[in-house]
């Protein structure tokens, strides 16, 4: 449906309902129902049920990675949205464009029965943001060492439906004045992604600020203006080049402490594996079987947050560590 908060001929502020050739304001029934029906939202709605607003949109679907030679799109605001729209949308710009074109729906909601229900409407032809995991990783670093961090995927998309998964530590929303302020403590942010970027499952989004650093100045609550300085993470270009030289192989992940947890990458006949080991806690120490094949070589930290060599021994057991608060990245010293 469409409507507005304001009406000219009448002089009054509601919610009103528009009744037109194409409906009689009925409620659309494939929106987010947060808020009772979420289809208005800042005073934009748009009549998708109008042949000619739906075949313009699928037309600029088209025309636009033409002019541009984009190979994706980012669908703002889907909850917003009625799920049949890009259903149809996102399978006539792929049948029309590049069948390969890589489509994320920002469809903010931590509820996994929500976005499942919404990956069926549409087919499961696009990705969605893993919110539920951001929440994770933002209760996480205000908790420390009080947090579990066996649990850190528990009711995740990541872990119900990987393939379908963007994962993220950051990013324009959360940032601290924004609509939906949830910012991850510095100290964390390392560590959430270290687990986005060196695990197979879900795709790995990098917020610029974090990669880059930003200053702004906004108005917060108080009604004053506050300006947020976002430094850069120095251990984010590292995080990035190891997922693409050393995230190969079988994974496992030892998740076997709250405090401190690990994830192996068995690696491949042709490109290297790792070791990530991460502590939200004091510094700890991991004893992980990394293959008799090892046995004899040297391991370094390739974020070198720890600058000892390890050495495996004869059974192809690693005695890693890692610092309090921190993550480090155990590869062979051969392979850097």
């Not at 541009?68 to 399978?91: E, M, Q, S």
């Not at 942010?189 to 702004?216: H, N, S, W």
Request: charged share 20%; glycine share 8%; hydrophobic share 40%.
């Amino acid at each position: 449906m469409t409507l507005t908060t304001f009406s000219t001929w009448v002089s009054l502020t509601g919610l009103f309902r528009i009744a037109n050739e194409y409906g009689d304001g009925e409620w659309n029934t494939e929106v987010d129902e947060e808020l009772g029906n979420f289809d208005y939202l800042m005073g934009s709605d748009i009549e998708f049920r109008n042949t000619a607003v739906y075949e313009e949109l699928k037309y600029w679907g088209r025309w636009f990675p033409q002019q541009v030679g984009c190979t994706g799109f980012r669908l703002d605001a889907a909850k917003h949205i009625p799920a049949w729209f890009f259903k149809d949308w996102v399978g006539h710009v792929r049948e029309n464009v590049n069948p390969d074109l890589f489509v994320v729906a920002e469809y903010w909601h931590p509820d996994m029965e929500v976005l499942q229900s919404y990956l069926d409407k549409v087919d499961r032809q696009l990705m969605l943001f893993d919110v539920a995991l951001h929440h994770r990783f933002f209760d996480a670093s205000n908790a420390g060492g009080a947090f579990d961090l066996r649990t850190i995927f528990d009711g995740s998309l990541t872990a119900s439906i990987p393939d379908h998964a963007v994962t993220l530590v950051a990013n324009h929303d959360t940032q601290p004045l924004q609509a939906m302020e949830a910012s991850i403590q510095p100290w964390f942010k390392p560590l959430a992604y270290a687990l986005i970027l060196m695990r197979e499952q879900g795709t790995p989004c990098v917020f610029y600020p974090d990669l880059y650093g930003a200053t702004y100045t906004d108005r917060g609550g108080d009604g004053e203006l506050h300006t947020v300085q976002m430094p850069a993470i120095a251990a984010l270009p590292k995080l990035i080049e190891a997922r693409k030289r050393f995230a190969h192989g079988a994974q496992t992940d030892i998740f076997d402490d709250p405090h401190c947890i690990a994830i192996l990458r068995e690696g491949t006949a042709e490109l290297p594996g790792s070791i990530t080991i991460l502590s939200s806690a004091e510094q700890s120490t991991k004893k992980v079987f990394v293959g008799e094949v090892h046995a004899g070589c040297e391991f370094r930290d390739y974020l070198e947050h720890c600058n000892e060599k390890l050495v495996c021994d004869e059974a192809g057991y690693l005695d890693l560590r890692v610092n309090g608060g921190s993550v480090s990245i155990w590869v062979r010293s051969d392979a850097i």
